[in-house]
């Protein structure tokens, strides 16, 4: 279960605050995009998220967008933030986690997986040897197959202990 399970878990990204990534010894951020700093397939950042950008930045965090979506939306998206990006991603083999790390110059162990779901974002980071930090969803998906794949995640954590 430990594969599955983050290091922290936290309402929206935009909760997490500086000293709790450098109490836990990151210096980067590899951040998903739907459902982590916006709503499903949505062109736009939610509503304090460039700002919290803009804060980790200013606090020295080096950040970067790593995202299974294709190349169009991760490229839009992470260009309008003004940051680097993963796209394809193959979440959660920690191959474009690696990829993030190397271009980033940091080592796994110094980066930190932000997203909100535990068969990609978590499970990939936790490979990765990355600190995982698993948010909320900003809006539950519609999609039968994102449906299951939610049910599949509570189950899992009814089994997490704190």
Known sequence: MALFKPRMRIGKMI???????????????????????????????AQGVAEWLALMQSQGFLIM???????RRVREFSELLGLPFEGAAKKPLPVGFRRACKRLGVQPREA???????????????????????????????????????????????FWRD
Not at 65 to 71: D, K, L, M, R, T
Request: proline share 5%; charged share 20%; with cysteine.
């Open 112 to 158: 930190a997986v932000i997203g909100d779901q535990i068969f990609t974002d978590i499970m990939g980071g936790n490979l990765l040897g990355a600190y995982t930090v698993m948010t909320e969803v900003y809006e539950p998906e519609s999609m039968l197959l994102f449906k299951m794949k939610r049910a599949c995640e509570r189950f899992i954590i009814q």
């Open 65 to 71: 967008v790593v995202s299974n979506n294709n190349g």
């Open 15 to 45: 909760d997490i605050t500086p000293g709790m990534l450098r109490e836990a010894g990151v210096k980067a951020l590899l951040l998903d995009i739907d459902n982590t700093m916006t709503t499903h397939n949505n062109p736009v950042p």
